[in-house]
């Protein structure tokens, strides 16, 4: 057993969740991106809010 921690082997995993022969792999859910909702107001102004007001001086 080499004493460099990352030339030694993994240690194996001694678990019973295997695809029997011809059953579909587990497939992973999407990640579901979340959208901003429309009841919290923007605190950024919108660009037609910036061109009414004019410029500030």
Avoid: C, I
Avoid at 11 to 39: I, N
Avoid at 43 to 52: F, N, Q, S, Y
């Amino acid at each position: 057993m080499p004493k460099n921690q990352f030339q030694r082997p993994l240690p194996v995993r001694h678990t019973h969740k295997v695809p029997r022969y011809g059953a579909p792999l587990p497939q992973r859910k999407p990640e579901v991106r979340r959208t901003p909702s429309t009841k919290e107001p923007s605190p950024v102004p919108t660009l037609e809010d910036l061109l009414k007001r004019g410029p500030r001086t």
